[in-house]
């Protein structure tokens, strides 16, 4: 049984470096997947892979199944979730191509299905999200930090909003004013979800741009698509260490 997953974002749509031994069409309570699952094998450890946007990065942040991913990780055995998310920064010192390991999260989104816990119930459930992301993971990763010779942020508050659209200078302000360090689009409801099925979730974050109104030109896909393409390979090394001292833990 699989304990360990990958979950990729924009940039990371496969996993390179991965044998591939299995692929799973998971069938859902809540739908399809946004990808099948890869199961293989990575520097000898086991663990599978998503693609957050599915496997040609077709599927928009607001319309990813995220229940779906998730119970369907939790299905095939996966206790530990590593997501890979591509943000844009808040915090002046949060540069781009810079790591960060966010430890707190403010939830901008809406319409979004939130929860497993909506219908059907013998009784209301709620969750404890005091602290969103699993600080066993989050510790694993700032070990793996003093590893490496990039730069690797040890917190950061991650604001999601709904997307697909980038944000106004108005919103990035009043998030600023929030307390929010980054902002992406795919932070929740994915760590509400991991936690209701009491998985084990940290997200790594890839600074791919300024935010809106931190710099003197505008945003372009272009920009994103370079920072990204040039900070992968960090993310790769990081998550070679993180993968090993983790699956020595399962």
């Known amino acids: 049984m699989i304990k360990l997953a990958i979950i990729g974002g924009t940039g990371l749509t496969d996993f390179e470096g991965l044998e591939i031994s299995h692929q799973h069409e998971v069938h859902t309570p809540y739908g399809e997947t946004s990808s099948p699952i890869i199961e293989g094998i990575y520097q000898g450890k086991s663990l599978v892979f998503l693609a957050r946007h599915g496997a040609q990065h077709t599927i928009p942040p607001h319309k990813i199944n995220y229940r779906a991913n998730i119970w369907a990780l939790k299905e095939l055995g ?37 929860t497993f816990f909506a219908e059907d119930l013998s009784e209301v459930t709620h969750i404890d999200f005091t602290h969103p992301y699993c600080e066993n993971l989050r510790s694993q990763f700032l070990k793996a930090a003093t590893q490496v010779d990039f730069k690797v942020h040890s917190q950061g508050v991650y604001g999601a909003t709904q997307g697909p659209r980038l944000e ?41 741009n300024p935010a809106a109104g931190r710099s ?35």
Do not use: F
């Open 78 to 114: 996966v206790k530990t979730v590593i997501a890979i998310a591509a943000v844009g920064s808040i915090h002046p010192d949060m540069l781009t191509r810079d790591l960060v390991i966010p430890h707190q999260l403010i939830d901008y989104t809406w319409s979004r299905e939130q």
């Open 168 to 208: 106004t200078v108005a919103e990035i302000n009043r998030m600023e004013r929030d307390g929010c360090d980054i902002v992406g689009m795919t932070g929740m409801p994915e760590a509400a979800l991991a936690r209701e099925l009491e998985l084990c979730y940290a997200t790594c974050a890839i600074v791919a």
């Open 216 to 250: 003197s030109t505008l945003i372009t896909m272009d920009e994103i698509r370079a920072n990204l393409k040039q900070s992968i390979e960090n993310v790769r090394r990081l998550l070679a260490i993180v993968i090993d001292s983790v699956n020595g833990e399962l």
